[in-house]
DNA sequence: CAGGATCCTATCCGATACTG
DNA sequence: CAGTATCGGATAGGATCCTG
């Protein structure tokens, strides 16, 4: 009875949430903002990808850090795979209906602060 | 000369972008979406906390954690701090202009998780 | 109240080697 | 090509104690 009440302690409270350890939103936040996660998510908007597009995409990820962060947001429901039983196998990534919903912001948030960052550079 | 030039990549190479290791908005997104750095975006989106508020606002975080966490959150210029030199001092933080445009797909990302998981878990 | 300093541990993550 | 398994260094981060 712990979890998924952070939102209400907004009027209960003195004006500011609670966000609680076990909330479960937590966790997809922690795996969405983890180091690659984000950019894995950025990098699937635009098109699905086999797994060394995405290696090559992402620069400096290992493929160790690449296979985990894709096996978290497949548990979570953010990213589907698809295997081509050909030799050499070929396995495609994609973003699920829920991993574009959420894609949205993520590509917003790396715009904003690009936009910023390069703005501030130039004037 | 490196940094900034990976959104062309999406034209000149295959279609994906590349995110390269240098790229200076990377080390701000790398800051937006610590551990931590999301939650106290978020919580000073609805008002300006005082350290102890904060760190009751964000459950589970260290007083260290939280520290570290708005000093680097102030060195990249979303969040200001404001000392009454009072007897006990407070400090004040807050969102500057860059914070609250920051603030607000981060908080779009986390209300799109919630509702997500919440409408699954409810049918 | 708002933190800095120190210590220590968990985990992150890269490098390497190996498998289907 | 697309991974898994293991090792070890780096670092994140919690607990505790101390200061203005």
Not at 26 to 47: C, F, M, Q, Y
Not at 94 to 111: H, K, N, Q, V
Request: aromatic share 8%; proline share 4%.
């Amino acid at each position: 009875m712990v979890g998924g009440s952070q939102l209400m302690q907004a009027e209960a409270g003195e004006g500011y949430e609670v966000f609680h350890t076990d909330c479960p939103a937590r966790d997809v936040v922690d795996h969405v903002t983890s180091r690659w996660g984000i950019w894995v998510l950025i990098s699937l908007r635009s098109k699905d990808l086999r797994f060394y597009e995405l290696r090559e995409s992402i620069q400096g990820i290992s493929e160790k850090m690449l296979a985990q962060t894709l096996r978290t947001l497949v548990e979570d429901g953010l990213v589907w795979r698809r295997v081509e039983p050909t030799t050499p196998p070929q396995v495609t990534y994609g973003l699920t209906e829920f991993g574009r919903d959420i894609g949205e912001p993520l590509a917003e948030l790396f715009d904003r602060i690009t936009r910023r960052l390069s703005s501030r550079g130039a004037g």
